[in-house]
């Protein structure tokens, strides 16, 4: 624990050092706010969010105590959860807290198991190959176009699709219109916001009553899986209503974060040509041209390697934040009953106890041995403990077919005039998007030359 911590006591007990200063930087990028106050104070940090204490840590041994050891002292009911999230996804496994929570996870856990995310894979290919297609319009037109925008649009594409099969393709844009509204806006009051709302209650609810009407023989789709599941306890599927809220939860969580992770991958992969021609030469001598399929994920290390590399730099839950039901105590500073507790992946992945040169992007700290080595709780890119997102190995399974099938199609380019600019809300997004140019491959072998006036290279 850093020094800081040690220099305040009162009596016996602890006290977190305090920033006093002004909010400015917080609203304005919370995440290099958090970055700062860590630096200053040290590991653990109270400072002022809304009316409640905060205490901010950034300390692998804190964070486990929080959502793991001592996780039951800790809800998710903050003003982020009550306030904005629940506003659209109601009660579903993202928000919900226990007995719901629980009740929800042993339901739904087996549909995210290994060998039910198998089923899928096809799925994502076919989606992924749909995109390459546009991208090779722009390749032919060697115009610049948003990446971020692009990987919106497939991981939505992707979890639609997983969610509702061949009944979502009447409805996708609307889908894709709604839920992009409601996480750019990210105000509840805000009349946009309910517009679309509006508009994604009645998209769900009449796919649901559909499904309810004409049922599928077999399970074909996350929605099949959902009304066709029952309680081990009663024996009893699942309401409507509750079904409705799994339904919201996945389709938020289920694409913003991947597309998040995929846009700064390749902003990343934009400015390390070197790390580019290691992944093309490995995706070359796995694949072979061929897509991937799930045999060859374990081949593909070092394309995990620079995807958990991305994740780190770049972590698309910034924050994570729980709200402390009973007093409790850690690294020995006291923490009251009723205070916020908030976290960051994108601090925590930066702790120079843990990442020497933590600015650096370098794919081989994920090298088995070097994983072995860290602390497990030093990177949390899903978070940790029960509440660990459910669909991590879907978003782990998306990005390991999306970035070997673009790599074996093009080369893409930063358009560097245009400014990148973290975006730190619900997620880490990056603000007004990232222009890139496509070359396409001649045959999986050279290259067409980039065009010089548009990447400003």
């Not at 319009?137 to 991981?155: K, V, Y």
């Not at 066709?228 to 974060?257: C, F, N, P, W």
Request: hydrophobic share 40%.
């Amino acid at each position: 624990m850093s020094r800081e911590t040690d220099e305040l006591i009162e009596g016996e007990r602890q006290k977190a050092p305090l920033f006093s200063g002004g909010v400015r930087d917080m609203v304005r990028a919370p995440h290099r706010f958090f970055l700062q106050l860590t630096r200053e104070y040290g590991d653990i940090v109270q400072y002022r969010s809304m009316p409640e204490r905060a205490y901010l840590i950034n300390y692998p041994d804190f964070v486990k105590h929080v959502l793991v050891s001592n996780g039951r002292n800790y809800s998710k009911e903050t003003y982020l959860n009550k306030h904005m999230l629940q506003s659209v996804t109601g009660q579903g496994l993202l928000t919900s807290e226990n007995p719901l929570w629980r009740k929800q996870r042993r339901l739904m856990q087996p549909f995210f198991h290994s060998n039910n995310l198998v089923n899928f894979a096809d799925l994502m290919v076919a989606a992924t190959n749909e995109m390459v297609e546009r991208l090779d319009s722009w390749a032919n037109t060697r115009e610049p176009f948003d990446i971020a925008n692009e990987m919106m649009t497939l991981t939505l594409n992707i979890v639609s699709w997983v969610l509702f099969g061949h009944d979502i393709a009447q409805q996708s844009d609307r889908i894709g219109l709604a839920v992009n509204t409601l996480v750019d806006i990210g105000k509840p009051k805000h009349r946009r916001f309910q517009e679309m709302a509006r508009v994604l209650d009645d998209i769900v609810y009449d796919l649901i009553d559909q499904r309810l009407a004409h049922p599928h023989a077999e399970q074909h789709d996350l929605l099949d899986m959902l009304l066709q599941a029952r309680y081990e306890e009663s024996g009893e599927r699942m309401e409507k209503r509750q079904v409705r809220d799994e339904v919201m939860s996945l389709l938020i969580a289920g694409h913003e974060t991947t597309a998040n992770t995929l846009s700064w991958m390749w902003y990343l992969l934009g400015q390390h040509p070197d790390v580019v021609a290691r992944l093309e030469a490995e995706v070359e001598d796995v694949l072979n041209g061929r897509p991937p399929t799930v045999a060859d994920f374990h081949q593909l290390e070092y394309c995990n390697q620079v995807i958990k590399e991305s994740m780190r730099l770049y972590p698309s839950a910034w924050s994570i934040s729980r709200f402390a039901l009973a007093d409790d105590e850690i690294g020995g500073c006291h923490i009251p009953a009723g205070a916020i507790v908030a976290l960051s992946p994108y601090t925590l992945h930066r702790h120079p106890d843990y990442w020497p040169d933590p600015e650096k992007f370098d794919p081989a700290r994920f090298t088995p041995e070097q994983e072995a080595a860290r602390h497990r709780y030093a990177y949390i890119p899903f978070g940790a403990g029960a509440r660990k997102c459910i669909g991590d190995q879907f978003a782990l399974m998306e990005s390991i077919i999306i970035l070997p099938m673009l790599l074996q199609r093009f080369r893409l380019h930063l358009v560097h005039s245009h400014p990148v600019t973290e975006h730190a809300l619900v997620t880490l997004r990056p603000k007004n998007g990232i222009l890139m140019t496509a070359t396409k491959k001649i045959d999986y072998g050279g290259f067409c030359p980039p065009p010089s006036s548009v990447s400003g290279r």
